[in-house]
């Protein structure tokens, strides 16, 4: 994967972002069906040069119901059918960890994000996290990114009253990752 050289970045996280979430976990290319709209949206911030870095939780490795080689192909098919459709994913992170195991990397901890400033040369302060979580919210503040996008696909609608909870408030709520794109084009 490239670097990013520090210009303005996105964090998308996948599940329910990118693509379709299920209570059964994505566990091949087979199930990964894409959210209409979210590949027009990665090639609307690409167009509009911004770098786009996929970070996730991917705990379905950790129990055992997918392999670490058949999460990458499925990110390797990801990546191509969004790079067809005109749009580029720079880099992936994925935590392949359980919650129990209290690692670093697991959102809504931001050991992914900071992984991601060090490799990839990101600016926090010109960077963007969208999600359809708690976690994800959560994970945006803990990095200091400038902002966070709540997308309303996903678990997004179920995350507005657990944030409200913890006094954590999204900088725009969008319908999907297509409105967040256009947001974020007009606000950085």
Not at 31 to 41: C, K, L, R, T, Y
Request: aromatic share 10%; net charge negative; proline share 4%.
């Amino acid at each position: 994967m490239t670097h990013t050289g520090g210009g303005r970045t996105v964090f998308l996280d996948r599940d329910g972002v990118i693509n379709r979430d299920s209570s059964e976990y994505i566990k091949s290319w087979d199930e990964f069906v894409f959210i209409p709209g979210s590949i027009d949206a990665i090639r609307n911030l690409t167009g509009h040069r911004f770098s786009v870095i996929v970070i996730t939780n991917q705990s379905g490795v950790g129990r055992g119901y997918f392999s670490r080689d058949t999460l990458e192909e499925t990110h390797r098919l990801m990546a191509a059918e969004i790079r067809s459709g005109g749009g580029v994913i720079q880099d992936i992170f994925y935590c392949p960890h359980l919650p129990a195991d209290h690692c670093e990397c697991r959102k809504p901890s931001p050991g992914m994000l900071f992984q991601a400033f060090e490799r990839c040369g990101v600016d926090p302060g010109a960077a963007c996290m969208v999600g359809d979580s708690a976690k994800d919210m959560e994970c945006s503040l803990a990095a200091g990114l400038k902002y966070g996008v709540l997308v309303k696909t996903g678990n997004g609608r179920n995350a507005l009253p657990q944030l409200a909870q913890k006094n954590i408030f999204p900088d725009y709520v969008a319908e999907d990752l297509y409105d967040a794109s256009e947001w974020i084009i007009r606000r950085m």
